[in-house]
């Protein structure tokens, strides 16, 4: 089974609604990932955060990160048509800093906001 | 402009015919990654190196082959493809300091849509 698992699968909701996406894992983590992928292209950086944070925000993107139910979720808040596309998180299997180069995407969550 | 960049972006070929799919990256990463992704599966990374002639098997490595002769360039080898092997491949690069590699965002190639009949 997979390191990183985002649920829902699918997401549908209206322009100007808030859009949440929930990613578990099943190891203890340096650092979460969260990236974007529009259809057929290259997986983009969204933002990241570190074991030992709780939240962060860039802009219209909340990430949370509970470390003892190993879960994280984005929050993208006021949602645009443009936001339109798969959701995917992203983490190690490491812990400690120790500079493993595996890295683990779950399946991604497919975002659709309708104008 | 910052970019990895992958080549071909498409191709059909056949069963056990031998193909390279590039890899390029202009922004001195030490540590490049190939992935693929399947519907249904998400992105599962083949192969990895964390340097010039430091490569390390991912999660799916089996049929394929990679190298690291140049910091830039990361090439995937398919020796003899199979059908099953039909996906949408990326190439992803990244600093690797401060460490771990997941510490650092990944830039990822357009892809290469790779079908083998």
């Known amino acids: 089974s997979q390191q990183g698992e985002e649920d829902p699968q699918a997401l549908s909701i209206q322009e100007g609604e808030n859009a949440t996406m929930n990613c578990s894992y099943k190891?203890?983590?340096?650092?979460l990932q969260w990236y974007r992928q529009n259809s057929g292209r290259g997986l983009v950086h969204l933002i990241l955060?570190?074991?030992?944070?709780r939240e962060k925000h860039s802009g219209r993107l909340r990430v949370t990160l509970d470390t003892s139910k190993k879960s994280s979720s984005l929050l993208i808040t006021a949602s645009r048509a443009a936001d339109t596309a798969s959701y995917f998180c992203?983490?190690?299997?490491?812990?400690?800093?120790?500079?493993?180069?595996?890295?683990?995407f779950g399946q991604g969550t497919i975002l659709t906001v309708h104008p | 402009e910052a970019q990895v960049t992958q080549n071909p972006r498409y191709l059909i070929t056949v069963t056990g015919k031998k193909l390279t799919v590039t890899c390029s990256q202009n922004?001195?990463?030490?540590?490049m990654s190939w992935y693929r992704q399947d519907p249904g599966l998400g992105l599962r990374q083949i192969y990895y190196?964390?340097?010039?002639?430091?490569?390390d098997k991912g999660d799916v490595p089996e049929g394929y082959k990679v190298s690291r002769k140049e910091k830039r360039n990361f090439p995937l080898i398919l020796e003899s493809p199979s059908p099953n092997q039909t996906s949408l491949y990326f190439c992803?690069?990244?600093?690797?300091?401060?460490?771990?590699?997941?510490?650092?965002?990944?830039?990822f190639g357009d892809g290469t849509r790779l079908s083998i009949l």
């Open positions: 992803a690069s990244s600093s690797k300091t401060p460490g771990p590699v997941s510490n650092q965002p990944q830039h």
């Open positions: 190891t203890s983590i340096n650092n």
């Open positions: 955060i570190r074991s030992n944070e």
């Open positions: 992203a983490t190690d299997r490491g812990a400690g800093g120790t500079s493993y180069g595996k890295l683990t």
């Open positions: 922004m001195n990463h030490e540590y």
């Open positions: 190196s964390m340097n010039v002639e430091v490569t």
